[in-house]
């Protein structure tokens, strides 16, 4: 039996405390050295001449390292070397694979906790609590509790009569899996590759680069967990080129994936138009965007409302796919919410993540920056958008957007629609006898469908948006915020835009990765041709 998995505990680096001394020791460390963060294939690190400078977003002009970026070359070589690894790797025990991950968890929570964690908050920008959740407690938990899913799924076995052994198989994909991670999230980037890898999988793994830094280190944890060569193989290529290559190839078996819509869309058009070429059709696991909400009753706390608004909306900057970036706030309550939410947001500090009191930090590149400043121009000119707070963008040292809110008197503009991916909130402000209307209004205003939250009192208003609201979110917050999901607690998973809804952090998951085979034995085989029913009258 596998040791009883459970939720790492979150250390919270207060003042003076032994985690806050360690961590600051960590950032220096890191700061003090450039980095090469080279590829990994067939357990080999590999450097190229294309090297690609990494910053840390919130002081864009000190390098954490460089990227050795492959090309065509590199990729056919990944997936060749996952190719044949498959054999070897399928040929481990369910018990000596999971025996990698479990150290690999240990080593996450133990040896590296710091190191790795620091690594989160530089290269992605992630206060030291938000980094602590993500890259050391979520990946931890994924690592651990997918071990004991695995040896559910494992248990799951068909009914055996007298006479019969009947078994099942569950056996990994046949072909490898192309991982595509994203930056936000160190633990998911870490759960794409080693979720479909502990059912038997070998994958090809292209992190986002604003992760490299963090990517880098797991990987060397993995290896020092015991992880063999070829499992996983880490690179860095152009993504055009890498899908182009990747998804033509006749042992593709699987894409896990979380990032953005359109990418996820162009990939799932991409594998269809190659349908033909593949010896199996391949599993396409995705977690894409979101346009999460908050609406609240009229029998709603003000504080809690406002409360999670604000960590909702704006802990790492927004930049989470299940972040609160649009509410619906009875007038009756209005004035009182706006006194707590504006109390609030005025205590928040915002710079560097070396500053503990910082509670927001830099928006992850010039892109992000770029395109979140364009939509705050332009809401500063909309007749329909008061700029309740906020508004202020400043890139000299780090890509910093003041936690903004847009005031809005037309629910159908697209910032109460449209993904933003960034610290900003709109509120739309509800008479409160049209509680109704206004849960069918946040229904059909947009496409995505991840996350949303119900504050109330009144259980039967609670009860109507559940049931107006069951398609709008994969995960539905009563009163409290829309973010947060913890492994084996809330499943997370979206469907509509917002993806295949395989909900990572339960079972479900990992049974996306397993091809079944049902064996029968008869243990006493017939030798006649006859049935009963033949007997003449």
Known sequence: MIPSPYNEPIQEYRKNSKERIAIKKAIEQIKKETIELPMCINGEWILSKNKIKVNTPHEHNHTLGYINEGGKIEIELAIQAAINTQSTWQKYTFEQRASIFLKTAELITQKYRYIFNASTMLGQSKNVYQSEIDAICELADFLRFNVKYAEDIFKIQPQSPNGFWNQMEYRPLEGFIYALTPFNFTAIAGNLTLAPALMGNTIVWKPSYNQAHAANLLMQILIEAGLPKGVINLIYADGIEAAEIILQHPDFAGLHFTGSTNTFQSLWKKIGENISNYKSYPRVVGETGGKDFIIAHESAEPKAISTALVRGAFEYQGQKCSAASRAYIPDNLWEEVKRYLLEDLNKIKTGTVENFENFINAVINE???????????????????????????????????????????????????????????????????????????????????????????????????????????????????????????????????????????????????????????????????????????
């Not at 040292?397 to 933003?420: A, D, Q």
């Not at 909900?503 to 064996?519: D, E, H, M, Q, Y």
């Open 367 to 537: 892109n992000a920056f770029k395109k979140l400043e364009k939509i705050i121009n332009e809401a500063k000119d909309n007749k329909e958008i008061d700029i309740l707070f906020g508004g202020k963008c400043d890139q000299r040292k780090g890509y910093f957007i003041e936690p903004t809110v847009f005031l809005v008197s037309n629910p159908y503009l697209p910032c109460m629609t449209e993904e933003y991916f960034g610290p900003i909130l709109s509120i739309y402000i509800y008479p409160k006898d049209e509680f109704e209307p206004t849960l069918h209004i946040i229904n059909k205003t947009s496409k995505y469908a991840l996350t949303g939250a119900i504050f109330a009192k009144d259980r039967a208003a609670i009860n109507l948006a559940n049931e107006i609201l069951k398609n709008a979110a994969g995960n539905f917050y009563i009163n409290d915020k829309p973010t947060g999901a913890v492994v084996n607690q809330q499943p997370f998973g979206g469907a509509r835009a917002s993806g295949t809804n395989d909900k990572a952090g339960s079972i479900l998951n990992l049974l996306r990765w397993v091809s079944p085979r049902t064996v029968k034995e008869t243990l006493n085989s017939p030798t006649s041709i006859e049935y009963p029913f033949m007997e003449a009258d």
